[in-house]
T-cell receptor
Framework: AQSVTQLGSHVSVSEGALVLLRCNYSSSVPPYLFWYVQYPNQGLQLLLKYTSAATLVKGINGFEAEFKKSETSFHLTKPSAHMSDAAEYFCAVSGYNFNKFYFGSGTKLNVKP | EAQVTQNPRYLITVTGKKLTVTCSQNMNHEYMSWYRQDPGLGLRQIYYSMNVEVTDKGDVPEGYKVSRKEKRNFPLILESPSPNQTSLYFC?????????????FGPGTRLTVL
């Protein structure tokens, strides 16, 4: 089965600092990759997705991610963190039949004033 | 407003008492999924449905049933709940398969089985 690994269950940054959340996928075939965000006490919403087009994917709220096949990585970045970015972020990957879907364990982002 | 709704939002029950969590979407999406979220494990797919009367198992289907009799509704049924099914449950829908398209998530149902 496909899987993704998120390094760091908790990441803390200062407001204005770079945000880097790490995700590595396990696959012999480049999959479709996603980042979802969950704000406190809410459902998830899509930040961005990679579907084998451009390797640098831009998402909402200033986030972007770069697909690197050689490193099997899809790290999420944002140049300058805002307090409103505090949330839990999930990397996810499609299954081979595209109906199945696999989330990583999540990374909670804390933004300090 | 386009949305996915779930009911109830909170539920406390006892072992063995059958329950149903409802999910409804108003976007005419063909694909729907159920997930459970547990600390440190992220979200895991329980079941998914590609269309009316077409459902299949996800990663953790044991102890759950689903049905898709109408396009908009995708209820999750726990016929004999056990404490290990205590979790936060999310329903999601999308135009196409979850692995290719944006999924829209409901607000979640927090279930406690005593």
């Amino acid at each position: 089965a496909q899987s993704v690994t998120q390094l760091g269950s908790h990441v803390s940054v200062s407001e204005g600092a770079l945000v880097l959340l790490r995700c590595n996928y396990s696959s012999s075939v480049p999959p479709y990759l996603f980042w979802y965000v969950q704000y406190p006490n809410q459902g998830l919403q899509l930040l961005l997705k990679y579907t084998s087009a451009a390797t640098l994917v831009k998402g909402i709220n200033g986030f972007e991610a770069e697909f690197k096949k050689s490193e099997t990585s899809f790290h999420l970045t944002k140049p300058s963190a805002h307090m409103s970015d505090a949330a839990e972020y999930f990397c996810a990957v499609s299954g081979y039949n595209f109906n199945k879907f696999y989330f990583g364990s999540g990374t909670k982002l804390n933004v300090k004033p | 407003e386009a949305q996915v709704t779930q009911n109830p939002r909170y539920l406390i029950t006892v072992t063995g008492k059958k329950l149903t969590v409802t999910c409804s979407q108003n976007m005419n999406h063909e694909y729907m999924s159920w997930y459970r979220q547990d600390p440190g494990l992220g979200l895991r797919q329980i079941y998914y449905s590609m269309n009316v009367e077409v459902t299949d198992k996800g990663d953790v289907p044991e102890g759950y049933k689903v049905s898709r009799k109408e396009k908009r509704n995708f209820p999750l049924i726990l016929e004999s709940p056990s404490p290990n099914q205590t979790s936060l449950y999310f329903c999601a829908s999308s135009w196409r398969a979850a692995g290719t398209d944006t999924q829209y998530f409901g607000p979640g149902t927090r279930l406690t089985v005593l």
